[in-house]
């Protein structure tokens, strides 16, 4: 049974936090930031936790965004992305080696860890402005 990561796609504008991993299985990955649930914890308690202990930054869990399953050398994961939006508070770097607020248009320019990449194809497929479609003077004109 795959291990549940809860994670955050914290959003500024159209720009996304990305952190890089100091060390473990995947040191040098970026990766949207978030950790494990504890025992008796909502996946949105995890994420506030999470953010606050690795960042020191307060943040509002909004809904969940998208579910990845991901098998790695080290484990089977299931990462549960929510949108949430920074609420308070300066970063500061605990377990991270570096952040970056990126333009949702440049996350694929980033070294993501692979369970992070379906959520930064999705994130970026989204933010393509209204009317690239098919379809968009059909009707109406």
């Excluded at 790695?72 to 300066?90: K, P, T, V």
């Excluded at 248009?105 to 009317?131: C, T």
Aim: charged share 25%.
């Amino acid at each position: 049974m795959p291990l549940p990561v809860i994670a955050a796609v914290i959003r500024q504008g159209q720009e996304v936090l990305l952190c890089q991993r100091k060390e473990g299985a995947l040191a040098g990955k970026w990766e949207f930031p978030g950790g494990k649930l504890e025992n008796g914890e909502s996946p949105e308690e995890c994420l506030v936790r999470e953010i606050e202990e690795e960042l020191g930054i307060q943040i509002e869990v909004e809904q969940i965004y998208q579910a990845v399953h991901a098998h790695y050398d080290h484990g089977d994961f299931l990462i549960i992305a929510y949108l949430a939006r920074h609420l308070g508070g300066e970063i500061t770097l605990r377990v991270h080696s570096a952040y970056a607020w990126v333009d949702v248009a440049d996350l694929d320019e980033y070294d993501l860890a692979d369970a992070n990449v379906p959520i930064a194809r999705s994130l970026k497929e989204n933010s393509k402005p209204a009317g690239t479609g098919v379809g968009t003077h059909g009707g109406a004109d």
